[in-house]
Each structure stands twice: as structure tokens, then as C-alpha cells.
């Protein structure tokens, strides 16, 4: 009952049919993160912003600051 709850919630919101968006400290975090691995300009920061079906990185919902997260060490574990 608790997680469906949870994804109710994840998926209103507040019910007003608003997605909360990353906050200035969490965007912060996702542009050092994605400079640290070189996809911080260009084609493939263009697509990262396909893989999270955004148009520019303040559009991201909070929901999807994990998988953003997992999208980046991903490509920082292929470097190696």
C-alpha cells in the first residue's frame, strides 16, 4: 500500500499536476558530474537530455535525478 502510495505521489506530485523539478543545488550537482565526464557540451550532452526526454537540464524532474545519476557513472565506468 506504502509504494503504491509513493507512486501516486511521484507521479502528481502535489496533485496538481505539476512534476517537481530538481533544485539549483541538485542541477549543481548534475552539471559537475557530467563535466567530470566529458559529456558536459555537445553530443553527448544532447544525449543525455534524449535518454531523460528533456529539453534542457532545469526540466528535470526530481523523480529522475537517479536515473540520471545511473546514466552518468555509467558512462564514467565505460571510460575506464
Known sequence: TVAILQAVAVFDGDGNGEVE????????????????????????????????KISKLED?????MKKAMNAIEAKRMAKK
Open 60 to 64: 528535470m524532474a526530481k523523480t529522475d
Open 21 to 52: 523539478k530538481i533544485s539549483a543545488e541538485e542541477l549543481a550537482e548534475i552539471k559537475a558530474h557530467l563535466g567530470s565526464v566529458g559529456a558536459d557540451t555537445g553530443e553527448p550532452f544532447q544525449k543525455f537530455l534524449e535518454y531523460l
